[in-house]
């Protein structure tokens, strides 16, 4: 398939998404987080960050919105980064769920396997690995720094989403002591669980997340600043789960009409790797019925289809 990715070409495109969904209605805000059900509805941005570092934006870009699953991507690169993806293989997993992010039942069909560290469980498990075990606050700050290099800026916690997740967060509290039941959490559950809470309650632009999504199918190399991230090795890794669960139990759907490697949050945000060619992001608040922004997804497979970036 032939791909057209000039500057121009990709700006067109953006901006005639941009256009185009402007005004659709489907989905609903998140409300089982607080915070989320008050965050505006209609604000929808579309960012694009290519390989080199030239980057096109339309719309809501400077919003911060919260990353929530997104944040699954970034800490799975952390885990692979820190041991090897070997070992995040073997300790988490790489396997589809079919199910819902915060799928228990998940965990008890898997036979006491996590599956993957962008469900819920999953990312419990690799917020447990991140180094230097047992010191959170030093875990955290490898989590923070290691997100803001990839998007070439300081990202920060949404302190009042922070507080509302942290209110209601029941069931991932059970995750986390059913980890630990499985022997699947590698440092204190209660910890474990606070990280990857509070990695959710990141602020995040859709101008950053697409620069995030650069750097990835940049092979670890910021082509914004230019740091080298992460690994080039472990690109292919990382894109490899994203297609494979970055949609939770719509992913088959996604990727059979974008062909994209992609990853979702609840807080309306989804980011887009092209290994080699770009990086892409959308944030608009309302949800279909699997947590995945209705906009977003409408937007990026505008965008795929119109340049002929599926990868397949
Ligand atoms: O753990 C949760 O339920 C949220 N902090 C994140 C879930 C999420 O973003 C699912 N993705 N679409």
């Avoid at 870009?61 to 293989?89: C, H, W």
Wanted: with cysteine.
């Amino acid at each position: 398939m032939k791909r057209i990715i000039t500057i121009e070409a990709v700006k067109e495109a953006v901006e005639a998404a941009h256009a185009h969904f402007r005004e659709e209605k489907g989905g609903k805000n998140a409300d089982y987080i607080p915070y989320l059900k008050n965050v505006p509805s209609d604000l929808f941005g579309i960012s694009v960050c290519l390989a080199d570092g030239r980057s096109v934006t339309v719309g809501d870009t400077d919003y911060r919105f919260g990353i929530e699953s997104v944040s699954k991507v970034p800490t799975a690169i952390l885990a692979m980064n820190q041991y090897s993806a070997k070992k995040v293989l073997s300790q988490i997993g790489a396997d589809a769920t079919g199910l819902p992010f915060n799928s228990i039942m998940a965990i008890l069909l898997e036979n006491d396997h996590p599956s993957t560290p962008l469900v819920n469980a999953g990312a419990i498990s690799a917020c447990s690995m991140i180094k230097p075990t047992g010191n959170a606050e030093a875990k955290w700050k490898a989590i923070v720094d290691f997100i803001s290099g990839l998007c070439g800026s300081k990202v920060s916690v949404l302190d009042e989403l922070y507080r509302s997740e942290s209110e209601t967060n029941f069931n991932n509290r059970s995750i986390a002591w059913l980890l630990k039941n499985y022997n699947r959490i590698y440092d204190d559950p209660d910890m474990s669980l606070d990280l990857y809470t509070r990695q959710c309650s990141l602020g995040i632009t859709a101008r950053q997340l697409a620069v995030m999504a650069a750097t990835i199918a940049n092979c670890g190399t910021n082509p914004v600043t230019w740091e080298e991230v992460f690994h080039p090795n472990l690109t292919p890794h990382i894109a490899s789960l994203m297609a494979t669960v970055g949609f939770y139990e719509h992913t088959g759907d996604w990727l059979f009409n974008t062909g994209l490697p992609a990853k979702t949050g609840v807080g309306g945000g989804i980011m887009a790797v092209i290994p080699g060619v770009m990086g892409l992001a959308a944030f608009a608040p309302p949800l279909d019925s699997a947590g995945n922004s209705v906009k977003a997804q409408k937007a990026l497979e505008y965008i795929s289809v119109r340049l002929g970036l599926n990868i397949f």
